[in-house]
């Protein structure tokens, strides 16, 4: 039995309908029963010049490349795969074929316009979206991969950035604290009447913010800011959250 004709007898009269209308074939009846040198016209009465829009939606969502690294590609990705899994291809179906020649195929169909696929004996034409759909199940899978990995290094990649970040403005240090003690307690012994605004904030170099941030760096070496950054550290490293519809 020729091989084209021994893959398409192993798909469903379902799966090969489904194959079909990846290039607007809608008449499956006639799919595994024709002879293999049989050709046959563009279906669907649909102009010839117009025939490959059909080429820019399931089929062009298949064929496409993956994008940049975001939440976005990765969702594109999800479809992707949902689209080749929702043909349902037989498991086994190229059991028998070699890997080589498989890649041959698949690299012929995703050049082939959907209109010089219909042309085709309709065993060829099953064979050689098959193995694309199959194929791109697999590449589109390995690239998902490759994304989440992206995307989780560059969510780690900020958190270390940001914790980076907060400690060093942590560990500020604020020179000459005797200094400032010895200014503060003699303005403030010298007008006591008299309110911090007026009389503490301008004896200081800096004023309020210099007392803030001795404040700050007192504050860096208590058990309270170790919390406070083990805390962020844990929060940066959270799983991102389950989605909602997620399938119980």
Do not use: C
Request: aromatic share 4%.
């Amino acid at each position: 039995m020729p091989v084209r004709k021994r893959i398409a007898s192993r798909s469903s009269p379902e799966t090969t309908q489904r194959i079909y209308a990846l290039v607007g074939i809608e008449d499956a009846s006639r799919a595994v029963n024709e002879g293999a040198g049989d050709r046959q016209e563009p279906m669907g009465g649909a102009p010839a010049e117009d025939d490959d829009d059909i080429d820019s939606s399931l089929l062009a969502l298949i064929k496409s490349a993956p994008g940049n690294v975001s939440l976005e590609s990765m969702m594109t990705e999800i479809r992707k795969l949902a689209a080749g899994r929702s043909i349902e291809l037989p498991a086994g179906l190229f059991a028998d074929v070699a890997p080589k020649v498989l890649a041959a195929w698949r690299a012929r169909a995703a050049v082939e316009a959907p209109s010089h696929m219909r042309t085709h004996p309709r065993e060829l034409t099953v064979l050689l979206l098959a193995a694309l759909v199959q194929e791109r199940e697999r590449e589109i899978t390995d690239a998902l991969v490759e994304l989440l990995i992206a995307t989780v290094h560059r969510i780690k990649a900020r958190a270390d950035s940001k914790v980076t970040k907060e400690l060093i403005n942590a560990f500020k240090r604020v020179t000459g604290k005797e200094n400032i003690l010895f200014k503060v307690a003699d303005a403030a012994l010298g007008q006591p009447d008299d309110s911090v605004r007026q009389v503490i904030f301008p004896a200081v170099s800096g004023g309020e913010q210099t007392l803030r941030d001795l404040v700050h760096e007192f504050k860096t070496k208590g058990p309270a800011y170790r919390t406070t950054v083990q805390t962020t550290l844990r929060a940066s490293h959270q799983p991102l959250p389950a989605r909602s519809d997620r399938a119980a």
